[in-house]
């Protein structure tokens, strides 16, 4: 049987694939216009009050948050927490040059397929993400830090909470608010559930494994 020390290779790429996919979704996110997860409705509006690009403060606001989370709760911190760190801005700046460069008017359906690939993508890159189990996001951190250090509240109220913060902020900064916000914020916990039960834990357990793991 494999320990988790002969996992550590596929699980160090199993969280750089996450991220890359996680920053394609997000520049997916963005050319849609059709609203974005809380976290990037933050890092847009507070990057439009600056007039720059959402990899610059993605990088400037995750280090901040992460700067926090090193001297209140480390454990939190790993190797796919400065993978995130690092290349999430990029990629999503880099998949939305891509789209606005081949569709610089999408039509409706367009946006609306466009969309789709940035939920089900972020779901299934938040489950390959997190089912590496190398660090989570500063963001991410900070709602673990306040449910399960701290006891203001359970986990999914801090959740909820932060996430409302992050969107007033985003529609301060003119970030676009739509049906892709409510659906990642209601929605991608069962669906990440589903890609963890069919497609992570048994790419990384194998699959008589991880059907043990999940009875």
Not at 52 to 67: K, N, R
Not at 129 to 147: N, P
Not at 199 to 205: A, G, H, I, Q, R
Request: glycine fraction near 10%; aromatic fraction near 16%; charge should be neutral.
């Amino acid at each position: 049987m494999e320990t988790r020390r002969d996992r550590l290779p596929k699980r160090i790429g199993m969280a750089f694939f996450g991220v890359i996919v996680t920053g394609f979704c997000v520049g997916a996110f963005q050319a849609a216009d059709l609203g974005a997860d809380p976290f990037t409705c933050f890092v847009t509006g507070v990057g439009n009050f600056f007039h720059s690009t959402y990899s610059t403060f993605y990088v400037i606001l995750t280090g901040i948050l992460l700067v926090g989370v090193f001297f209140v709760e480390k454990h939190y911190i790993g190797i796919a927490t400065v993978i995130n760190l690092l290349f999430t801005g990029m990629a999503a700046d880099f998949m939305r040059g891509i789209l606005e460069h081949f569709f610089p008017d999408p039509s409706l359906p367009a946006r609306i397929v466009m969309m789709l690939f940035g939920i089900f993508g972020t779901c299934f890159a938040a489950s390959i993400y997190f089912t590496a189990d190398l660090g989570v996001s500063a963001y991410d951190a900070w709602s673990l830090i306040a449910a399960y250090k701290y006891k203001l509240l359970a986990f999914r109220l801090c959740r909820i909470v932060s996430d409302c913060f992050c969107v007033l902020v985003g529609f301060a900064g003119h970030a676009t608010i739509g049906v892709g916000t409510v659906i990642t914020a209601f929605f991608m916990g069962p669906v990440v559930q589903w890609f963890n039960t069919n497609v992570s834990e048994p790419f990384l357990y194998g699959k008589e494994e991880a059907a043990s793991r999940q009875k």
